[in-house]
């Protein structure tokens, strides 16, 4: 088995159809999205724990923060090992994640929940998140941002999956829990129940990533792929950056920020939108959209987070990552003055500049691994990446933070309006401009970096055509 | 098993709950019209 797992094992033979490739990435993005669906049973783990939101909210901060700092800390070893054993990893961490949280629950131990899904299940995150990128920007050396964001698509995807999945699933262990009644709340047992199915449905999906995920071989092209039209655009490189030299650049700091301040700037309308919606159009004390109209908001804003990931990442391609992360926060910037000024004048106006937000925070996070590709070449990209996913971790704290200091100096939940969302709002303008200009000042990687000789950046035209699409 | 098939399963294996996902999310985004 182990064998099995090998970079070695995993090269993919002449005539292999890279299209295979995105479904194995996929069904690993499409599990650990779940992450993104912890809100359909946290009410029933609140009550099973006797607990509190806070307390039980921790539970997804920490998988969060293990997210950031696995990927941070096993970049490394994911570009050394490959893929495979790396998926392997990830699938093995992620299940066992559910499977110590459904003790914690059924026990009644939130210390386990913690261990299990926090820290347990965070790290399977973090390494299943940037275990297919690098390979997905290699077997696509032509497109990758449309690569990178069919896979990280996927993880605004798990969610959508995983959210109903869910509710029907504790339905099916608990006869008295009804997901129409806004009130119906879960047993404990069944939430134990859950996480033991899907624990293990998950682990058995990813797998099917893990055998089927393939390296390309080193001296592989695309048919008609001649990788000296990539040295004619600007900041891309055909050299290799390893990813400790990487960390000693001025672009890893700014492309950090940037992730760093559209992340933030997006959790902001995310974290609220629910109560956001319904506070922007409140008559006399009482809001004029209803609860279920709030939560349709919310799947609105799903499938704008998702669509952009895909659409943006892959638009990236043509129009170069620079100029997409400025139409992210200068748009972003625009869009934001637009919520704070004029958003609360009509509904359609509200939901469509959230709308545009959000795709452009998804398309964020899937546009920064080629963007990372274009700057330090394809020689240590996923290590790079996992490095800067800490970011994403910093941001996931920050952003939160930032919303709710606000709205908690200005009222009570329920009885906001709009005048008590602007200066959260405004702050987060300044912050879309932090990243506008950290993107402004993105110069290409001075040579002293680069690797003396590489065998996996593209240098050379193809030497032999071996796809058969 | 052919290349064909290889890739019809895989895309099915991905695409199926991801339709399922994408039907009951735009079920509830209707709400809010």
């Not at chain 1, 391609?317 to 926060?329: E, N, Q, S």
Request: net charge positive; glycine share 12%; aromatic share 12%.
């Amino acid at each position: 088995m182990a064998s099995f797992l090998d970079r070695e094992r995993s090269v993919a033979g002449p005539g292999f159809n890279r299209w295979l490739i995105p479904p194995a990435a996929l069904a690993v993005h499409l599990c650990i999205g779940q992450a993104y669906a912890t809100s359909v049973y946290k009410t029933a783990l609140v009550k099973n724990f006797d607990s509190n939101n806070t307390k039980i909210g921790i539970v997804f901060s920490i998988a969060i923060v293990m997210l950031g700092l696995s990927a941070a800390v096993c970049g490394t070893w994911v570009d050394r090992v490959g893929p495979r054993k790396a998926m392997f990893a990830a699938a093995c961490f992620w299940g066992a994640g559910f499977l110590v949280g459904a003790v914690g629950i059924a026990t009644e131990q939130l210390w386990l929940l913690y261990l299990g899904y926090g820290v347990i299940g965070g790290i399977g995150l973090g390494i299943g998140y940037i275990s297919p990128v690098s390979t997905l920007i290699k077997w696509f050396p032509d497109r990758p941002g449309l690569a990178t964001g069919l896979a990280i698509m996927g993880f605004g995807g798990g969610a959508l999956i995983a959210s109903p999945g869910s509710q029907q699933l504790m339905s099916w262990y608990d006869s008295n829990y009804n997901p129409a009644v806004a009130s119906s709340v879960a047993s404990g047992s069944a939430v134990a129940k859950l996480f033991v199915t899907l624990g293990i449905v998950y682990f058995l999906v990813m797998m099917y990533g893990v055998f089927n995920i393939r390296v390309p071989a080193a001296d592989w092209r695309p048919a008609g792929f001649d990788p000296s039209t990539l040295k004619s655009k600007a900041l891309v490189t055909t050299d290799s950056v390893s990813a400790a030299n990487a960390i000693r650049t001025p672009q890893f700091y700014f492309l950090w920020l940037v992730l760093f301040c559209n992340v933030t700037a997006g959790i902001g309308i995310l974290e609220q939108a629910s109560p956001m919606i319904q506070d922007f159009f409140r008559e006399n004390g009482t809001s004029t959209v209803t609860v279920a109209a709030a939560g349709g908001f919310v799947g609105v804003l799903s499938l704008a987070n998702m669509g952009g990931r895909f659409i943006w990442s892959t638009t990236s391609d043509a129009v170069g990552r620079k100029p997409m992360y400025m139409i992210y926060l200068g748009v972003g910037i625009l869009a934001y003055l637009g919520l704070a000024t004029i958003g609360h004048n009509a509904t359609w106006l509200f939901v469509l500049l959230a709308m545009l937000i959000i795709s452009f925070y998804g398309g964020g996070f899937s546009t920064v691994p080629a963007y990372l590709r274009d700057l330090f070449g394809t020689f240590q990209v996923g290590a790079i990446h996992g490095r800067l996913l800490t970011a994403w971790s910093a941001a996931g704290v920050a952003g939160p933070l930032i919303i709710n200091g606000f709205l908690d100096a200005k009222g009570t939940p329920g009885k906001l309006t709009v005048d008590a969302y602007r200066p959260a709002l405004y702050t987060m303008i300044a912050i879309l401009a932090v990243g506008f200009v950290c993107n402004l000042l993105i110069r290409p990687v001075a040579s002293r970096f680069h690797e003396p000789s590489s065998d996996d950046a593209p240098t050379g035209p193809a030497p032999t055509e071996r796809e058969k699409v | 098993m052919t290349t064909q098939v290889r890739l019809f399963l895989g895309w099915a294996l991905v695409g199926v709950p991801l339709i399922y996902g994408l039907w009951q999310t735009i079920a509830k985004a209707k709400n809010l019209f």
